[in-house]
């Protein structure tokens, strides 16, 4: 399982970025997909995820702001992130967990003020 994520940078406040995680395989139909980030000195913690079926669940913090989505066809997960703040400054990760947790190997959003 190779996961590659791609699509941070450096945006202004209030501004947007779309995230894409490819996937080896055709593992975005087959499991669910997930992005995490992790910011300096803090833990690395769940942002959106997407469920085989298509349910969708993120937390309070990007909440209407963050989309999740995937392309089964082009075996892509993606992250549009709009109205981005400092505070989403992060390396940004996605996931998915086949028996084990496998991980892209993180795309970094700075978000300046």
């Known amino acids: 399982v190779q996961l590659q994520a791609s699509g941070g940078g450096l945006v202004q406040a209030g501004g947007s970025l779309r995230l894409s995680c490819a996937a080896s395989?055709?593992?975005?139909?087959?499991?669910?997909m997930d992005w995490y980030r992790q910011a300096p000195g803090k833990q690395r913690e769940f942002v959106a995820g997407?469920?085989?079926?298509?349910?969708?669940n993120d937390v309070d913090a990007v909440k209407g702001r963050f989309t999740i989505s995937r392309d089964n066809a082009g075996n892509t997960v993606y992250l549009q992130m709009n109205s981005l703040k400092p505070e989403d400054t992060s390396v940004y990760y996605c996931?998915?967990?086949?028996?084990?947790?496998?991980w892209g190997q993180g795309t970094q959003v700075t978000v300046s003020s």
């Open positions: 395989g055709s593992i975005t139909s087959s499991y669910a």
């Open positions: 997407i469920t085989r079926g298509g349910n969708t």
């Open positions: 996931h998915t967990r086949i028996l084990y947790d496998f």
